[in-house]
């Protein structure tokens, strides 16, 4: 489920209307799969060569002056026109519907940097079932060890375990899940959860995967998640199948980054970091505050293999108070529980660019129980990976591994909110479910410190 690529198209143009081929400069790079019969690209353009605004007129001039004009946007493959277009600090560049002919024109210019096939990626999610109540992995988050768990069958379901989490909870911090959508009136959002927007096919401003939902309430429900006083947006970028064109993911990328430099942040004054709360789920999904201990953090790393990891174990010394944010801004984190095995330039330059704006970037590591290599945007290495761990501390065969696996976090037996109603619950594995605990504990530390940079998370 995680690994097929595939690709689809827009804007489709005869070679007769092309303007020639010039000979004076080698061609651009074109990355494809091997006897790909797509027609669907992202292009990238050479920084300060294309305005930004004249996109669509530099395409109808280059590529086709005698036909008809081709649309600045559609996210509809049976429309002729420009998929997706970004702001320069994202991704500087196009994505559309290209035949042969038109790709070697493309690829002659001197704007054109590179041109690759726009792939499908997806979700990273192994199994589901359903089931109620009382996740385990936020536990995990908080003990320094291994839990105490019977030999036999782990029941997911489970509800003796608590969790110490800092009070401040994640105020104040935005998490953008980019995914299949959030059923935002699910009751453990509390009305914190908000849909910005869909930029795949599908039902819009809505979740029927249910990945996106089980994924958003793991970063931030007041009962499933880590982060319980977040604010979650859903940016739409897979189907209502789970699977999404790079471009897209490009273009919530593009969105998160236009939020994030226009959201000012209000004075957010945190406590010193002693003020933290145990809690421990009921069945009727209540948590009750006890005993104030010592908040969990992420300054513990793990160069991950399948024989060597390191958890998240490490209690902090200190926490400061702190003032704000970055530059006046709202702390931002973004959680990818998607991915692909190939690897997209295009994607991990737009991952990397919306890092050094100052946002924390948490992705799935992904399940094909290989080594993540130069997948994208796993294979990033600005960004957070997370691959997935089980109740007894051991790695799933699913998960992959590797140097750029940053830590691993529970994401076997999952439990979360469901889609089938505004209560529902449900268990999924794979590293899509283990990436928003990281998400949400970076949410966590940002509450606390908002001023640390994605480098010092």
């Not at 992202?42 to 930004?52: F, N």
């Not at 931030?220 to 970028?237: H, L, M, Q, R, W």
Request: glycine share 8%; with cysteine; net charge negative.
């Amino acid at each position: 489920m995680f690994t097929s690529i595939i690709a689809t198209f827009l804007l489709t143009v005869p070679l007769a209307q092309c303007a020639p081929l010039s000979q004076s400069r080698p061609l651009a790079p074109l990355y494809r799969r091997a006897e790909s019969i797509s027609t669907r690209y992202i292009v990238s353009l050479r920084d300060d060569t294309v305005d930004p605004a004249n996109r669509v007129a530099w395409l109808n001039r280059i590529l086709a002056p005698a036909t008809p004009m081709v649309s600045a946007k559609s996210i509809d493959d049976n429309e002729n026109g420009v998929i997706h277009q970004w702001d320069a600090a994202v991704f500087n560049g196009v994505a559309g519907h290209f035949d042969e002919d038109s790709l070697n024109i493309l690829r002659a210019q001197s704007e054109v940097a590179w041109i690759e096939e726009d792939a499908v990626l997806h979700k990273s999610v192994s199994s589901l079932t359903q089931q109620s109540n009382a996740p385990w992995g936020l536990s995990r988050l908080s003990s320094p060890v291994p839990l105490n768990v019977p030999a036999r069958r782990f029941d997911p379901t489970n509800t003796t375990f608590s969790y110490t989490f800092p009070s401040t909870a994640g105020k104040g911090v935005d998490i953008y899940i980019l995914d299949s959508g959030i059923r935002t009136t699910h009751q453990d959002f509390e009305g914190r959860a908000e849909f910005l927007e869909t930029f795949v096919n599908g039902a819009p401003d809505t979740d029927r995967d249910g990945h996106g939902t089980h994924v958003a309430c793991t970063t931030s429900g007041s009962f499933f998640g880590v982060a319980k006083a977040a604010n979650v947006f859903a940016v739409k970028v897979l189907n209502d199948q789970g699977a999404g064109p790079v471009s897209a993911i490009i273009s919530g990328l593009n969105l998160v980054s236009q939020r994030f430099a226009n959201q000012t942040s209000s004075t957010i004054t945190t406590p010193n970091g002693n003020n933290s709360t145990v809690v421990v789920p009921q069945s009727g999904g209540a948590a009750a505050p006890a005993n104030i201990v010592r908040p969990p953090t992420l300054r513990a790393r793990a160069i991950a293999n399948a024989n060597n990891f390191t958890l998240l174990n490490q209690l902090p010394t200190s926490l400061n108070s702190t003032t704000g944010s970055q530059g006046g801004r709202r702390p931002a984190v973004v959680n990818m529980s998607l991915g692909g095995s190939s690897n997209s330039r295009s994607l991990d330059r737009a991952v990397r660019a919306l890092i050094s704006q100052g946002i924390v970037v948490v992705v799935a590591a992904g399940n094909d129980g290989v080594d993540v290599g130069n997948s994208s945007p796993a294979g990033v290495q600005e960004a957070i990976t997370v691959g997935a761990m089980d109740v007894r501390d051991q790695v799933p065969s699913f998960s992959n591994f590797g140097e750029q696996v940053t830590v691993f976090a529970p994401g076997d037996d999952i439990l979360a909110c469901g889609i089938s109603s505004d209560t529902a619950s449900a268990v999924l594995s794979g590293t899509s479910m283990a990436s928003p605990h990281v998400a949400g504990l970076s949410a966590l530390l940002l509450g606390e410190e908002p001023t640390l940079t994605p480098a010092q998370v």
